[in-house]
């Protein structure tokens, strides 16, 4: 007997190819909606610590695409967690497993119908793991240790940015 999610989840998987569009980088790893088959695609797939720099992966409820034009994602924003890179071997991968499990597990109370999914970005200068939201204006309970810094961001503000940085809405 396996036990069902509330929800199928989808796992993307994005590494950045300069030759391809954006969207051609994007791929389908796969697609979920039960605990044990949640631990068999985890156990079966690299750790983000393990990931090449410029490469995501990101977990959506199905039906959601991982960016910031589907209709779902389009009025909302993202949560934003960034760590250093001497964390990425320490925390990364934990940080991710905990988020993944905040996900598939509805851990947001009432707040859960409003998660979209999450992203977590290797990058050279420091690694990024974000909850994406349907709308801007909710604010979640998220269990993140207390020196961790985290912002909200909208995503018209995201995509409209003309420097490498988005200004936080709210800061954690």
């Given at each position: 007997i396996k036990h069902p999610l509330q929800?199928?989840?989808?796992?993307?998987?994005?590494?950045?190819?300069?030759s391809k569009s954006w969207t051609e980088n994007l791929r389908l790893i796969s697609?979920?909606?039960?605990?044990?088959?949640f631990w068999a695609l985890y156990?079966?797939?690299?750790?983000?610590?393990?990931?090449?720099?410029?490469?995501d992966y990101s977990l959506f409820k199905d039906g959601i695409k991982p960016m910031w034009e589907d209709d779902r994602n389009k009025l909302g924003g993202?949560?934003?967690?960034?760590?250093?890179?001497?964390?990425?071997?320490?925390?990364?991968?934990?940080?991710?497993?905990?988020?993944?499990?905040?996900?598939?597990g509805e851990s947001f109370d009432e707040a859960s119908e409003e998660v979209c999914g999450a992203v977590v970005n290797v990058r050279p200068k420091g690694d990024k793991i974000s909850i994406w939201t349907k709308r801007k204006s909710h604010h979640y309970r998220l269990n993140i240790p207390i020196k961790a810094m985290i912002g909200y961001q909208s995503h018209d503000d995201t995509s409209s940015k003309s420097g490498s940085t988005t200004k936080n809405m709210y800061s954690v």
């Open positions: 929800n199928r989840w989808a796992l993307w998987y994005f590494k950045n190819d300069k697609k979920f909606d039960t605990v044990e088959d156990n079966h797939i690299q750790q983000p610590s393990k990931l090449g720099f410029g490469c993202r949560w934003l967690m960034t760590l250093n890179k001497q964390q990425r071997h320490n925390d990364l991968d934990r940080y991710w497993m905990e988020t993944l499990l905040c996900l598939v």
